[in-house]
């Protein structure tokens, strides 16, 4: 109940189309959910992150959806870019639980120029 | 956003050395750090959360004897890899949690090599 799933696994996306990234959760008692960007050799850089109590958070070209009754939420990266390739992992936590995160499996995004 | 540094960022030690990694917060104190374990294209796999002044709690699997842990300030802790083995060859992350924001700040990871 603790695992997040992540998909898809690796993405191809040409230059300035739209990159999809999905997540689903088991566990209700989430409620907090970060996306995390990561470039090889480096550790993960937080990208952006909702609550339950909204549906949709936009962040410059980063977006995310959240349905809490599917327990599922997605990435959207609009107008991909050759910068954007990298490594990107969902997770999840429950913050009285200190911040004790679960990470999806991460997808392997490249961005062709 | 905070800076969390670990050092070294790499290292190459003989199998049954010992290794030690420093992780520290610069600019905020961390009531609590983390200690993730990457491989190659995976996940990171949360070894034990620190706190400050107490005990680490190690995550089902993870040996506490051989991956010693200590967070002797706000601002600092460290892992210790003791008696290393080449399957202890990994990418090592740590992050760090004030417990006033909602964000874990990652350090740059440490790529650790036993021959």
């Known amino acids: 109940q603790q695992q997040v799933k992540q998909s898809p696994q690796s993405l191809i996306v040409q230059k300035g189309g739209i990159s999809i990234i999905n997540c689903a959760y088991e566990?209700?008692?989430?409620?907090?959910f970060p996306w995390y960007q990561q470039f090889p050799g480096k550790g993960p850089a937080l990208l952006i992150a909702?609550?339950?109590?909204?549906s949709e958070k936009k962040e410059g070209r980063f977006t995310i959806s959240f349905n809490k009754s599917a327990k599922q939420f997605s990435l959207h990266i609009m107008d991909s870019q050759p910068g954007d390739s990298a490594t990107y992992f969902c997770?999840?936590?429950?913050?009285?639980?200190?911040?004790?995160?679960?990470f999806g499996p991460g997808t392997r995004l490249s961005v062709l120029p | 956003g905070a800076v969390v540094s670990q050092h070294p960022s790499r290292v190459i030690c003989k199998s049954g050395t010992s290794v030690k990694i420093e992780c520290r917060s610069l600019d905020f104190q961390a009531t609590t750090m983390f200690w993730y374990r990457q491989f190659p294209k995976k996940s990171l796999m949360l070894m034990a959360t620190?706190?400050?002044?107490?005990?680490?709690?190690?995550e089902q699997g993870v040996e506490k004897d051989k991956f010693l842990i200590n967070h002797a300030s706000l601002t600092l802790s460290t892992l210790t890899v003791t008696s290393a083995h080449p399957e202890d060859s990994s990418f090592y992350i740590c992050?760090?949690?004030?417990?006033?924001?909602?964000?874990?700040?990652f350090g740059p990871g440490t790529r650790l090599t036993v021959l």
């Open positions: 909702i609550r339950p109590d909204v």
């Open positions: 997770a999840a936590s429950i913050e009285d639980y200190g911040q004790n995160f679960v």
């Open positions: 566990n209700t008692a989430f409620d907090y």
């Open positions: 992050s760090a949690w004030t417990g006033s924001y909602n964000e874990q700040f």
């Open positions: 620190s706190n400050e002044g107490s005990k680490a709690t190690y």
